[in-house]
Every structure is written in C-alpha cells, then in structure tokens.
C-alpha cells in the first residue's frame, strides 16, 4: 500500500492562489494514475485532477482553467497549482492513486484543509 501525506492548505481570500503538494510513499511513475480529490461536510470526495501514466491530464468541469495538476516522478510528488480560487473551492483535499484501471484506490491521508473566503 501507499501512504499519502498531503500539505500547502491555507485560508485565502477569493482570487486567490494556494498550492498543494502531496508526498507519496511509494514510486507514482509506473502507477496507472495519481489523482487530488477533494471533500466538503456531507458530500462524497470528488475527483478534481487527475494525471494518468500516459501523462494525459483531466479535470472536473469546475476547475478547469483555473487548477493545474503535475507530478515529479522522481520526488514521488504531487502538485495542485490552484489559482483564481473561489469560495466554492473550500474543503479537504485528498490525492490518491489506482495502480491499474479497475484497482482500488489506496488508503486515504489525512488531507490538507482550503479556506477560501469572499
């Protein structure tokens, strides 16, 4: 299994920019994809970015043009550049990864909290 620790959360005002990062405790080079997802009170995590092994990158329709999500293979390093940050961005993210396809994801970390107010 692999662990995630998960940090760079902060309160910021909306317009704002914070970045996430997110240290994995094993190799994410060969993995089939690391993700960030996030979670509010209530709801279920949803996905927000996601960095396939093929390098394809895809992101929730709500933070598209306004996150960036990269990986540094060689640090094990997830990275979620947020900008142009909105009060409907505030929750807890999370990363996570599939070593396959139809894989379960791995277990969850303790996440990193973002506050944005308006």
């Known amino acids: 299994q692999v662990q995630f620790v998960e940090s760079g959360g902060a309160q910021v005002q909306s317009g704002g920019s914070l970045t996430l990062s997110c240290v994995a405790s094993?190799?994410?080079?060969?993995?089939?994809?690391v993700a960030w997802f996030r979670q509010t009170p209530g709801n279920e995590r949803e996905r927000v970015a996601r960095?396939?092994?093929?390098?394809?990158?895809t992101y929730a329709d709500s933070v598209k043009g306004r996150f960036t999500v990269t990986k540094d293979n060689t640090r094990n390093t997830l990275v979620l550049q947020m900008d142009n940050l909105a009060p409907e961005d505030t929750a807890v993210y999370y990363c996570?990864?599939?070593?396959?396809?139809?894989?379960?994801?791995?277990?969850w970390g303790k996440g990193t909290q973002v506050t944005v107010s308006s």
């Open positions: 094993g190799s994410i080079a060969t993995t089939y994809a």
């Open positions: 960095i396939l092994r093929s390098g394809a990158k």
């Open positions: 996570n990864s599939r070593l396959g396809p139809y894989a379960d994801l791995q277990p």
